[in-house]
């Protein structure tokens, strides 16, 4: 069992950065999971952002984030971040992250862990 919390949401320029925090809280060591960022814009499917291996060596992401945002971890503080730059109001979105036992995945099904989400509200 893992429980993820996420912090960091808020209310933004387009062209601002955020950086959103995810801490985990589990018997097993945060290592053993691989972790990812999704989000969900009203009206909309949840849809893969980010996802980062098990001990930060791998890391994969969206098209339409790539290059803006960057993932990554730090498993000696049970955290994963996601730094947003130059955000668009089409990022827009509740913010989930995830996690799952070892092997990274972009696929939500996939995840077996889920955080109640942030709210990240870009305005033009």
């Known amino acids: 069992q893992v429980q993820l919390v996420e912090s960091g949401g808020g209310l933004v320029q387009a062209g601002g950065s955020l950086r959103l925090s995810c801490t985990a809280a589990s018997r097993r060591s945060f290592s053993s999971y691989a972790m990812g960022w999704f989000r969900q814009a009203p009206g909309k499917e949840r849809e893969f952002v980010a996802a980062i291996s098990s001990l930060g060596t791998i890391t994969n992401y969206a098209e339409s984030v790539k290059g803006r945002f960057t993932i990554s971890r730090d498993n000696t503080k049970n955290t994963m971040y996601l730094q947003m730059d130059s955000l668009k109001p089409d990022d827009t979105a509740v913010y989930y992250c995830?996690?799952?036992?070892?092997?990274?995945?972009?696929?939500?099904?996939?995840?077996?862990?889920w955080g109640q989400g942030t709210q990240v509200t870009v305005s033009s």
């Open positions: 995830a996690a799952r036992a070892w092997t990274m995945t972009h696929i939500a099904h996939d995840y077996n862990y």
